[in-house]
């Protein structure tokens, strides 16, 4: 079992930064692939980013390729998401999640675990 606790979400401007953490609790972080979704109202829930279990190879949603980057810390069993450049259509409730056996890092489906999410909001 993996327990994932969000944080960093808030109301920011268009133009502005922001970091999301995400804190898994036990033992065996570093045998996850770690990925962030989003969901905005009335929406399916997006793909954002994956990074393997090792950090050596993120991928990122047509959406927010070049504007986010995804990292992780295995030693604080941490993912990151630094998303710059924000925009009004970033808004969402962003969530975490693991993964374990799947090869395919953007499908919600594919992920065992998932945090409650943290709100992002972007304001024009």
């Known amino acids: 079992q993996v327990q994932l606790v969000e944080s960093g979400g808030g109301l920011v401007q268009a133009g502005d930064s922001l970091r999301l953490s995400c804190v898994a609790s036990?033992?065996?972080?570093?045998?996850?692939?770690m990925g962030w979704f989003r969901q905005a109202p009335g929406k399916e829930r997006e793909f954002v980013a994956a990074?393997?279990?090792?950090?050596?190879?993120?991928y990122y949603g047509d959406s927010v390729k070049g504007r986010c980057t995804i990292s992780r810390d295995n030693a604080k069993n941490t993912v990151y998401l630094q998303m710059n450049s924000l925009k009004t259509e970033d808004t969402a409730v962003y969530y975490c999640?693991?993964?374990?056996?799947?090869?395919?890092?953007?499908?919600?489906?594919?992920?065992?675990?998932w945090g409650q999410g943290t709100q992002v909001t972007v304001s024009s």
């Open positions: 999640a693991a993964k374990s056996n799947s090869n395919y890092y953007n499908l919600a489906k594919e992920y065992d675990y």
């Open positions: 990074i393997t279990r090792r950090g050596g190879g993120t």
């Open positions: 036990g033992r065996t972080f570093s045998r996850y692939d």
